[in-house]
């Protein structure tokens, strides 16, 4: 039997990167409050809002496998959120500058039908080299990565300002870390090479 698999998300990086794995999928958004609720870490709001993203679509498809993701950066217990703007990413690349910031990347998979429901949180932590003022711009202007948590993106020219990575899944840090995904599918008979 072919299993439905969707994954509950509008992220086009998400979706790149579940295409990996080559299964069939639907991409569907969830239409959630993803605001952080008083007293809640970093930590918790991402795992929160994973749940309530694959929770969302599994209403509306019990029977399919959804999969449920949100990242947060977390710096010194402060999340850092997509900047939006350029002055707004800028300003978070300062206080990035010479830090190491831990990336909480949570995951939910979900199947209403038949109450399963497995989840997991893969920690990324990204050091940043001392930026200058000048790199700082120079890198926003040639990648403007204004949809991204923190500002700098890994996968593409924001490499150069990060001094070390380090985490269990190498696409963790993009946002969605497929080891973890793919250990979650195999529990829910997805069937992966």
Do not use: W
């Amino acid at each position: 039997m072919t299993q439905s698999v969707y994954l509950a998300s509008s992220s086009k990086y998400r979706r790149e990167l579940l295409s990996r794995l080559r299964i069939q999928f639907h991409c569907k958004s969830p239409q959630i409050d993803e605001g952080v609720r008083q007293g809640e870490s970093p930590l918790e709001n991402c795992q929160r809002l994973a749940r309530e993203k694959a929770q969302a679509i599994a209403q509306e498809h019990p029977q399919a496998v959804v999969i449920g993701s949100d990242q947060v950066a977390d710096v010194k217990g402060h999340a850092i959120s997509k900047p939006g703007t350029h002055e707004k990413a800028r300003a978070q690349l300062r206080a990035m500058s010479g830090q190491t910031i831990v990336f909480h990347t949570a995951v939910c998979v979900v199947r209403h039908a038949t109450n399963q429901l497995l989840e997991f949180t893969v920690p990324t932590q990204v050091q940043f080299r001392e930026l200058s003022d000048a790199e700082i711009e120079r890198y926003l202007i040639a990648e403007q990565p204004y949809d991204c948590a923190g500002s700098a993106k890994s996968e593409g020219l924001g490499i150069s300002l990060l001094k070390k990575i380090e985490s269990s899944d190498p696409t963790a840090l993009i946002g969605l870390p497929l080891i973890e995904v793919a250990n979650a599918l195999r529990e829910f008979e997805i069937t992966l090479p």
